[in-house]
């Protein structure tokens, strides 16, 4: 389901073609996930939200520096955009992009994630120093730009728009940090 709509988005895979990666029969679509395609997707979207965010924790766990552990995080995103030949982005972008006015849950959901997301990140800036509201802002300014340049380096075919862009934000992060360092 994941990979499905990490290349295709919501609206893009079929229910057809989700059972057959799955090789499973509807019925055990319809016992498991009585909403069908729409809970399958809420399912997936609260699996990689929950994914992300332990992946952060443990990274900002493992390294003092936030800066250091959202370079890890960034460089193992273009990992798998490269693995996957620049199909394979983040799986909420692409779900978000095609979602419509009709989408109420999925969006819902998404927007949960994303801030689940924004939080880990704002309490990993607040213990480094930063005060919670520019630590918000700077963490949604993250998640933003880590969107968005994975969009544009799967487009492109190419790291480059990625890393210009994590490079761009990491070097605000790091300048946020040292200004509310004790001298």
Request: glycine share 8%.
């Amino acid at each position: 389901m994941l990979h499905a709509l990490r290349t295709k988005g919501f609206h893009g895979v079929g229910l057809n073609e989700l059972l057959g990666q799955a090789q499973a029969p509807k019925g055990v679509l319809y016992h498991h996930f009585p909403g069908g395609k729409t809970e399958l997707a809420l399912a997936a979207i609260e699996h990689v939200v929950e994914r992300m965010t332990i992946g952060l924790e443990h990274l900002l766990s493992r390294h003092r520096d936030p800066v250091q552990a959202l370079t890890l995080w960034v460089t193992e995103a273009q990992k798998m955009l490269l693995a996957s030949g620049y199909e394979a982005g983040c799986p909420l972008a692409a779900i978000a992009l095609e979602s419509t006015a009709q989408d109420q849950p999925i969006r819902q959901a998404l927007a949960k994630g994303f801030e689940a997301i924004r939080s880990t990140l704002k309490q990993a800036l607040v213990a480094n120093g930063l005060d919670r509201e520019h630590a918000g802002s700077l963490a949604a300014l993250i998640v933003s730009a880590y969107e968005g340049g994975l969009i544009q380096a799967r487009v492109a075919g190419s790291q480059k728009p990625l890393q210009d862009t994590s490079h761009m934000v990491l070097d605000l992060v790091r300048s946020s940090l040292a200004k509310n360092r004790p001298s």
